[in-house]
């Protein structure tokens, strides 16, 4: 499921979210109907999280249970909400998505920015990607027979003209 974030300066975006938060969020919903009619009102406030009236939360509150719900899970009590965002991004990346899509979940403009943030939880070597490059119909032998069949001699221009390799070794036409 997506849903649209808003943020206050009146740009939004879409951010998945897993199917257990969406049915939360669903549940929420319900809850805040039902409350509301029973208020006697019959409009939705359009804020996930509000007073029991319908009214924003005052900033002191929510920084006050959002301390209660570090001590809980046994965290360190300097954590902002923002950490949440960091530890979102990090995890994502540790599990194996990529940069592109945590930075498209993150809203930032540049890919420059999510990996220069979070690169050091990218995974930094995989031997078997370089053993893959032994491989017979892939990797080096492929490149060494000019993207032949292995075994087959690398193709070389006859023409004059090629005398200049690039830095691969494959000739070159003169300009």
Known sequence: MKMTRHRWVGHGRDVDVSTQLAATLR????MRKKEI???GRCEVPPWVFCTMSGELLDEANVRRAFRR???NAGLPLYYSPHCLRH??????????ESP???????????????VDTYGKWLP???????????DRESGSKVVANGGGSPG??????EK??????????????RK
Not at 27 to 30: A, E, I, N, P, T
């Open 69 to 71: 719900a570090l001590k």
């Open 100 to 114: 592109e899509y945590v930075k498209r979940q993150l809203g930032h403009a540049s890919i420059v920015l999510t």
């Open 27 to 30: 549940q929420l919903l319900v």
């Open 152 to 157: 087959s001699a690398p193709q070389v221009s």
């Open 37 to 39: 009619l029973k208020r």
């Open 160 to 173: 004059k003209e090629a005398t200049r390799r690039n830095r691969t070794g494959d000739l070159l036409p």
């Open 87 to 96: 530890s979102y991004a990090s995890l994502l990346l540790q599990q194996g």
């Open 124 to 134: 930094r070597g995989n031997k078997t990607a370089v053993n893959r490059l032994d």
